[in-house]
């Protein structure tokens, strides 16, 4: 038997599926496709040329200020590593209030979502970051000024371009109250703001907002990752303080799995596009540069900051440290058809692990105070895996890392990250071989 | 309406920045009645105002004039930009002109009234307000309306209440067309109720029983594969 590379195995069930279903299937996630990513990249680490800071007693900082440009009061986050803006409707109330809690532990910033600010996650939050999305469900002012900052969102990495949707199935009384919609309907969300169009209505918006919090809050432009390099200059030039770059890794609680597979690209190639806009505009490290999409690890974090980020944000990694697809559930995801690893139909609402669901009994099961510390657990081993990789650069604060530290494992990789394919000094399309 | 005071605050935009003006409507107790001189078209006008307050602008404003507006009431003597009041949660804004794209876009609450025509997107994603147009509105009026009601005496543009959910339409001229899964209804007594009231709270002269209702069939509420063309 022989299997066929073009119809293999994924693409003859999908084909099979769509004759049976007529519809284009959705689900949760991000990108699941093999591209180019931080895994690719190596650092070099010190030796004769460069030394060392030692692990256990020279300091490595990893504070960061995001938003200093315009606001009065920026964000000052021990970490540079903050909680992506995930819905409540998405996710239950417990696990909102779950990723306050540790990020609150850990000094940094978590994120609201498409749906409203809940009391359970501002309270859990000392710095809670308050999205404007095209849906605007639950937007009001009081909100606005009790945040610490708003993020503008433009697109996501998972479908920039694309808008959302929540099944009914999640649409409970109180996330229907909070988004002034009936009960059990699917809930739309568009792909454009209501009330501006393009990058000069933008700078209009942007002072709007201003005026209402009258200048003390940070705004972030929240971007897909696509024509990066215009989106960043265009940001920049209508006023934003922050820019935050989600590459198509980057998850989502409801998407067409064809938008998620075949649209945007991978953060490592968005990242250079960013910092080289903000670069020619003499505004890197003056508006900030936050990247998401596919971060896991402190090495993750890492060449993300070495490429120029100034922070980075979590969405998935954050659901599966809070305990997504724990493989304690086992027996309740095969019941679902899935298996612990595998588990993507956030958008079905019957998330065992009470996370991504607005089911009360499952809702019930997740302990936000136990989910909290997970939550530090986790963003402290990126912070300790982060600084380690630093002080072996030779780095006492982890903003000291920079292109120069890296290499690339693969003639795709160095191109995208435009970092010399290791032990060459090839960075193809920017110098010969 | 809060009771009018006998003095004015009065400010001249030619003379005082913008940020000035909003810095002292947001102040905890300000004074409860102002006059904006020379807006000269300026954008965020009177914003984010959190209070019983009445203000009159003299002139045309830009973008989001009054926008997030809770409890004052906003006259504009002229014309306003795009985005008149946007997500207006109480309170009661008036143009007395036209009104750019969008105006009351995602409107929670209040009343919005604009004297003259209003262009595309009016009531926009509306999440509760009233809006009162008394002439014509442009193009997709109350797209992915979500609640409260959208009057028009005059004519709707192309694709009135596209993709709308439980807002109510009330139009007096003609719709060149209706948007995805927006239905004429019956215009029954409760709805001439409901529209006599909007019209006397807008101070708009209109006989509820000229106009026509339009709202959702509800088709697109679950997602169904033989709704796909309608998308």
């Known amino acids: 038997m022989r299997e066929s590379a073009t119809f293999d195995r994924n693409v003859i069930a999908e084909i099979q599926r769509a004759a049976r279903e007529g519809i284009y299937d959705i689900r949760g996630w991000g990108a699941k496709r093999r591209v180019p990513h931080f895994d690719d990249l190596l650092f070099l680490g010190a030796s004769v040329s460069r030394y060392p800071l030692e692990g256990y007693r020279e300091a490595c900082a990893t504070d960061v200020v ?172 209508a006023g934003a303080d922050v820019i935050v770059l989600d590459g198509m890794q980057g998850g ?182 | 309406m809060a009771a009018i005071a006998d003095t004015v605050e009065s400010v001249d935009l030619a003379d005082v920045s913008l940020r000035d003006l909003n810095q002292r409507l947001h102040e905890a107790s300000p004074a409860p009645r102002w006059h904006v001189a020379h807006p000269n078209g300026a954008h965020a006008v009177a914003v984010g105002i959190d209070a019983d307050i009445e203000v009159e602008v003299d002139g045309h404003v830009g973008y989001y004039c009054a926008g997030m507006n809770k409890r004052a009431t906003v006259r504009v003597r002229g014309n306003a930009g795009v985005g008149l009041a946007e997500n207006i949660m109480s309170g009661t804004v008036v143009v007395d002109g036209y009104a750019g794209q969008s105006c009351a876009a995602t409107g929670r609450g209040g009343l919005v009234v604009v004297r003259g025509d209003a262009s595309a997107r009016c009531g926009i994603s509306m999440k509760g307000v009233d809006l009162v147009v008394a002439g014509s509105v442009g193009h997709m009026g109350a797209f992915m309306a979500q609640k409260g009601c959208l009057v028009v005496c005059g004519d709707a543009g192309e694709a009135l209440g596209d993709s709308i959910y439980e807002a109510r339409l009330y139009v007096r001229g003609s719709v060149a067309s209706l948007g995805a899964d ?40 679950s997602f169904d594969v033989d709704n796909a063309g309608a998308y």
């Open chain 1, 66 to 237: 995001l938003g200093d440009r315009h606001a009065s009061r920026p964000l000052e986050l021990k970490i540079p590593i903050t909680i992506a803006g995930m819905s409540f409707g998405a996710l239950s109330a417990p696990a909102k209030e779950a990723l306050g809690r540790g990020a609150t532990a850990m000094g940094t910033a978590t994120t609201t979502g498409d749906g409203g600010m809940t009391e359970e996650e501002r309270g859990h939050s000392e710095t809670l970051v308050y999205q404007l999305l095209p849906s605007r469900y639950g937007m009001n002012p009081d909100d606005l000024r009790r945040c610490d900052a708003i993020e503008i969102v433009v697109g996501q990495g998972a479908k920039p371009g694309g808008g959302g949707m929540l099944l009914g199935q999640k649409i409970s009384d109180r996330v229907a109250e909070m988004r002034d919609l009936p009960k059990g309907i699917d809930q739309r969300s568009a792909c454009r703001h209501p009330d501006w169009t393009g990058p000069d209505d933008l700078e209009i918006k942007i002072g709007e907002l201003r005026e209402i919090t009258d200048w003390e809050k940070p705004i972030f432009v929240k971007v897909g990752a696509s024509r990066t390099y215009y989106d960043v200059a265009l940001a920049v030039k």
């Open chain 2, 182 to 221: 927006c239905v004429e209804k019956e215009l029954a007594d409760e709805h001439l109720t409901e529209l006599r009231a909007l019209l006397e709270r807008a101070d708009v002269p209109a006989d509820a029983a000229d106009f026509r209702r339009y709202g959702s069939a509800r088709r697109l509420y």
């Open chain 1, 252 to 433: 989502t609680a409801a998407t067409q799995e064809v938008f998620i597979e075949h649209v945007g690209i991978p953060i490592l190639a968005a990242i250079p596009m960013a910092v080289e806009s903000l670069q020619e505009l003499d505004m890197h490290r003056k508006v900030q540069l936050v990247v998401s999409g596919g971060i896991r690890t402190g090495a993750d974090v890492a060449k993300a900051l070495a490429m120029g980020a100034d922070a980075v944000s979590l969405g998935v990694g954050a659901l599966i440290a809070l305990g997504d697809n724990a493989p304690e559930l086992a027996h309740e995801y095969a019941a679902l058809g899935t298996a612990p690893g595998f588990y993507d139909d956030w958008q079905a609402g019957r998330d065992p692990a009470g996370i991504s669901t607005q089911d009360d009994e499952l809702a019930a099961r997740f302990d936000p105070e136990l989910g909290g510390r997970r939550l530090a657990n986790y963003l402290r081993t990126l912070t300790l895996e982060t600084q380690t990789l630093a002080r072996a650069c030779g780095k006492s604060h982890v903003h000291n890392l920079e292109p120069e530290d890296l290499v690339a494992l693969t003639v795709e990789a160095a191109a995208m990250a435009r970092v010399p394919l290791a032990g060459t000094s090839w960075v193809p399309g920017a110098t010969s071989a």
